[in-house]
């Protein structure tokens, strides 16, 4: 086998939160052109239907699946739907998360605080818990759990401390289930992005010019990140590539934690 059959992933189908924009959008496309089936999950149907479009025309199997998996109940629903309608899955990315800036953390209400750990580590909990099981039976399998440089640093200037919360409990969450599975031939390992240039982040910056700066000037390569260059990681993790790889978190930001 060559080293760059390592990282092809025909007939292996992956499950992807939150894959129509950002970084579930490039992780999707990267899988699909590695040869996976793919399972997108988001709450836009038109986006869901856009995104299956463009990456069917790629040439491989693409389903989508309407949800808010932020809401427990309706993402173990959608979990169900998922194997019902489209077969085992062998590869989870749990993508979905985000953050409420400039949220006191002595002001946030619980509800909301819980809503945020509900989107960002809740969804992780629900999806792994539904779909690793077939995994574990079949022996192979691979979870990666989309984290943040905030799961081990405090952002400066932005509030909102419910994330690096999450995000930290996500990371401790990777490296349990990866020491519990690591004999069943499922991986379970964590990418910790820093910046990188999303839609949501294109605009969030549009109206702050000046953070952009303040925030470039402390990433060592000057620049945040191209969602693209996200891709080969994830099919490096999804991959029999990574097979001697569990527990990790992979930081993938320009140098910005080395400061
Ligand atoms: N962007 C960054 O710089 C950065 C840095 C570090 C970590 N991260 C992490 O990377 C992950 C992806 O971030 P991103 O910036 O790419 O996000 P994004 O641009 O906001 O994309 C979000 C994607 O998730 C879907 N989504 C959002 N909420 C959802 C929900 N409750 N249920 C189902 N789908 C949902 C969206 O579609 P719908 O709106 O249609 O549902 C969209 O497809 C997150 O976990 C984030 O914390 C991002």
Redesign the pocket.
């Known amino acids: 086998m060559s080293i760059f059959d390592r990282f092809r992933l025909d007939g292996r189908r992956a499950l992807i939160?939150?894959?129509?924009?950002?970084?579930?959008?490039a992780m999707a496309q990267a899988l699909a052109e590695a040869g996976a089936d793919l399972v997108l999950?988001?709450?836009?149907l038109g986006?869901?239907d856009q995104t299956g479009q463009e990456l069917t025309a790629l040439g491989h199997r693409v389903a989508g699946v309407q949800?808010?998996?932020?809401?427990p109940q309706r993402a173990e629903r959608m979990c169900d739907v998922v194997l019902k309608k489209h077969g085992p899955i062998d590869i989870l990315i749990n993508?979905?998360?985000?953050?409420r800036d400039k949220v006191s953390f002595l002001e946030q209400p619980l509800t909301d605080w819980q809503r945020l750990f509900d989107?960002?580590l809740t969804?992780a909990v629900v999806c792994t818990q539904r779909l690793a099981p077939g995994m574990l039976e079949r022996g192979w399998g691979r979870v990666i759990n989309?984290?943040?440089?905030?799961g081990q640093i405090a952002t400066r200037n932005i509030g909102g401390r419910h994330?690096e919360s999450a995000?930290a409990a996500l990371v401790g969450l990777t490296r349990a289930l990866a020491a519990d599975w690591a004999p069943r031939g499922v991986t379970v390992n964590a990418i910790?992005?820093?910046?990188?240039?999303?839609?949501?982040?294109r605009r969030w910056f549009g109206e702050r010019p000046e953070f952009q700066k303040e925030v470039e000037s402390l990433i060592p390569m000057g620049r945040?990140?191209n969602?693209e260059e996200l891709g080969p990681l994830a099919v490096y993790l999804a991959s029999d590539a990574s097979n001697y790889m569990t527990g990790a978190v992979l930081t993938i930001d320009g140098g910005y934690t080395l400061w």
């Not at 999950?41 to 836009?44: L, S």
């Not at 949800?67 to 809401?71: E, K, Q």
């Open positions: 939160t939150g894959a129509t924009r950002g970084l579930g959008r999950a988001g709450r836009d986006a869901l949800a808010d998996v932020g809401n993508n979905v998360g985000g953050r989107l960002n969804s989309i984290a943040s440089i905030c994330y995000k910790a992005p820093g910046g990188f240039m999303t839609d949501a982040n945040l990140g969602p």
